[in-house]
């Protein structure tokens, strides 16, 4: 990989440039999509209306040259809206199956839990599997393949709160918060621009496979996967949890730090790529007891279990 690396990570830099053309801020939350990407794990974006939640999901499957759909939520959506369904053929007699959005390489779920749990279980294996099964037949979708899904917070009005299940089903829970008062200004300044969405493909589907490969080969050392392991045990262990991370958290753990790493056009992982990426892995992996739900914060928790954990040194 020597040396693939740096023209990799150069390729995803361009794709992030581009991006940020459009977008104000939210930088950590578009480099949380590229660490997506690499991994081949889903993301949950959560945030309130007026976020650009949509627009950053959008404007990034056009830089990178893939095909992309969006699938808006509502409390009628079916899960035949979203994988397909046969038809009947009167013309050959026969009948046909009718592919539906799932089938892209980006797929943006809007306001996901705006929909019954019933069609939000519909992405369970699709997410898991890379597969959607129609009549009892199995049909593949194409690598790269990512679900980028925007939510509202917990408890706005006309929502169904995702099971534990689908919500592990997603690699990582990206926070979007409202722009500072200083990026609102820019917005303002270039909304004409913004609104133009001359989106230039700067990346395509073989680049996009290459740094894929490239990220699953970044060294991560005992060292550092012990850091890991640790890291999770000690949120596990903390008395406020009621169910901690299980090795699914770990294994993302690792898998965002590599990619997270060739972003930043290194061939091995530090303890910091793991720090970055640790809050956005785990936050939607940690249930709390019922008796402290009031006074416990999760994200605290996680930064606790940072604090506590000893770094490798090397």
């Known amino acids: 990989m020597e040396g693939d690396g740096e023209v990799l990570s150069g390729a995803l830099g361009l794709v992030l440039s581009e991006v940020e053309r459009f977008i104000v801020g939210?930088?950590?939350?578009?480099?949380?999509?590229?660490?997506?990407?690499?991994?081949?794990?889903?993301?949950?974006?959560?945030g309130p209306p007026g976020t650009a939640k949509t627009l950053m999901a959008k404007t990034f499957a056009r830089a990178l040259g893939v095909g992309f759909s969006r699938i808006q939520m509502t409390p009628d959506t079916l899960p035949a809206?979203?994988?397909?369904?046969?038809?009947?053929?009167?013309?050959?007699?026969?009948?046909?199956?009718?592919?539906?959005?799932?089938?892209?390489?980006?797929?943006?779920?809007?306001?996901?839990?705006?929909?019954?749990?019933?069609?939000?279980a519909a992405f369970l294996e699709v997410m898991q599997e890379g597969q959607v099964t129609i009549e009892?037949?199995?049909?593949?979708?194409?690598?790269?393949?990512?679900?980028?899904?925007?939510?509202?917070?917990?408890?706005?009005?006309?929502?169904?709160?995702?099971?534990?299940?689908?919500?592990?089903?997603?690699?990582?829970?990206?926070?979007?918060?409202?722009?500072?008062?200083?990026e609102e200004a820019e917005i303002l300044e270039r909304v004409d621009e913004i609104d133009a969405s001359e989106v230039r493909r700067v990346a395509g589907r073989e680049e996009i496979l290459k740094a894929v490969d490239a990220a699953r080969r970044v060294h991560v050392s005992e060292a550092v996967r012990r850091y890991i392991v640790d890291l999770v045990f000690a949120l596990r262990g903390n008395p406020a949890v009621a169910d901690g991370p299980s090795a699914r958290g770990s294994i993302w753990l690792m898998k965002a730090a590599r990619a997270r790493a060739l972003l930043h056009g290194r061939e091995y992982v530090l303890p910091d790529d793991v720090?970055?990426?640790?809050?956005?892995?785990l936050r939607h992996r940690v249930t709390l007891r019922r008796e402290l739900l009031e006074e416990a914060d999760v994200e605290k928790l996680i930064a606790d279990a940072l604090k506590s954990t000893p770094v490798p040194k090397r």
């Open 81 to 120: 809206d979203i994988l397909g369904f046969t038809v009947y053929s009167f013309k050959d007699s026969d009948f046909h199956v009718r592919r539906g959005p799932i089938f892209s390489n980006v797929v943006l779920v809007d306001e996901l839990n705006r929909a019954p749990p019933k069609t939000q």
């Open 136 to 182: 009892g037949r199995a049909y593949s979708v194409e690598r790269p393949f990512l679900v980028i899904a925007t939510q509202m917070p917990y408890g706005a009005a006309g929502t169904y709160p995702l099971t534990d299940v689908q919500r592990d089903r997603f690699a990582f829970n990206v926070k979007v918060a409202h722009a500072s008062k200083d």
């Open 275 to 281: 720090k970055a990426v640790a809050v956005h892995v």
């Open 26 to 46: 939210n930088r950590d939350v578009l480099e949380m999509m590229l660490v997506a990407l690499l991994s081949e794990g889903h993301i949950l974006l959560e």
